[in-house]
């Protein structure tokens, strides 16, 4: 599945919309989002642009949760 940058562009406002109006960590807001448009969270990781991956990342970190990220991998994203 191909999506554009304006689906991406979308999405990733849906998501700070709702840190911003309901609060939560944007790991909450993406799955909440993805069973309102009943999206897997696999399609939901090619829609997020680069700063809410960012900030996935540095919330993962800042809570302490214990990832795997595979060899070779920089990120989890």
Do not use: W
């Not at 840190?19 to 989002?33: E, F, K, M």
């Not at 090619?46 to 900030?55: A, D, F, G, R, W």
């Not at 809570?63 to 060899?71: A, D, E, G, Q, S």
């Amino acid at each position: 599945m191909i999506f554009s940058e304006k689906d991406q562009e979308n999405f990733s406002k849906l998501v700070e919309k709702h840190v911003l109006h309901n609060g939560g960590t944007y790991l909450d807001a993406v799955i909440c989002i993805c069973e309102e448009m009943s999206l897997s969270p696999e399609v939901a990781g090619k829609l997020v642009t680069k700063p809410i991956k960012e900030k996935l990342q540095i919330e993962a970190t800042t809570l302490n949760y214990n990832i795997n990220v595979p060899r070779g991998h920089g990120t989890l994203f």
